[in-house]
């Protein structure tokens, strides 16, 4: 059975898990710690990062859009109209576009600091960087939250789906970042009804019910975290 290597706040992880939800697949999950360097995960992937999915095969993928791309190629394309990656080469385009704005530009400015700082550290032994958190840190990356989420609205406020008529993997990945925020409490989503349309609509879908379930150790999730109305 194909196995997917992730850690329940990594957005690229959860992106991919979206993936493979929305694509009706069975799977195995591995909850990987990446900063323990395991000599059999980096046999796997040299760079040690996630996610890394093995196929049916036991061939590794690494990186969420190695990943994506890969399982658009080999399932996605008999998936007609529910296909997350779209035939047109524009529209492909710019769901791309919006995969790296969510997975790579709201992953610097935002998510992969306040993930680091308020769940990673706590798990992390001090040799490796864990320990108390960066408050200088975490301030600038809730700093840059508000431009993120207005962005957000504007694609949810003026497309029926963020890039386009339908669902497709721009969503994924921007629910996927947003969904680690929101684990954490760090959106205030009165300020921003359009894409709190738009999240409950993500929320829904029998893809999310597992992301949903995630409990980190040590981090309790924000008391709406789970309820599909917020």
């Known amino acids: 059975m194909p196995t997917l290597y992730h850690h329940p ?6 992106f991919i898990r979206l993936v493979l939800g929305e694509y009706g697949f069975e799977y195995d ?16 992937n040299p760079a040690g990062t996630l996610p890394v ?10 990186g969420a859009v190695v990943i994506s791309e890969y399982l658009d190629e080999t399932h996605g394309a008999l998936k007609r ?7 047109n080469s524009f529209q492909r385009a710019e769901i791309r576009r919006l995969v790296e704005w969510f997975l790579v530009k709201m992953e610097q400015d935002v998510t992969r600091h306040l993930a680091r700082e308020r769940v990673f550290k706590l798990q ?17 990356a809730r700093g ?8 957000l609205t504007w694609l949810a406020g003026s497309r029926p789906w963020l890039a386009g008529d339908r669902l497709s993997y721009g969503d994924l990945a921007a629910a996927a970042s947003i969904s680690v925020l929101d684990y954490l409490g760090e959106i205030d989503w009165s300020e921003f009804p359009q894409s709190k349309d738009w999240y409950q609509r ?18 309790t999730p924000a008391s709406h975290y789970a309820d599909l109305d917020f």
Not at 9 to 14: E, G, N, V, W, Y
């Open 9 to 14: 706040m990594s957005s690229a992880s959860r």
């Open 29 to 44: 999950l591995v909850e990987e710690q990446p900063w323990e360097g395991r000599r059999e995960f980096l046999a796997l």
């Open 53 to 62: 999915f093995l196929d049916d095969s036991m061939r590794s993928l690494c």
């Open 81 to 87: 109209d529910r296909r997350l990656l779209a035939e």
């Open 124 to 140: 992390m032994p001090t040799a490796q960087g864990g320990g108390a958190p960066d408050s200088k840190l975490m301030r600038a």
């Open 144 to 151: 840059n939250i508000r431009q993120h989420m207005k962005y």
């Open 202 to 219: 993500i929320k829904s879908r029998p893809s999310f019910r597992p992301l949903l379930g995630d409990r980190i150790r040590g981090v």
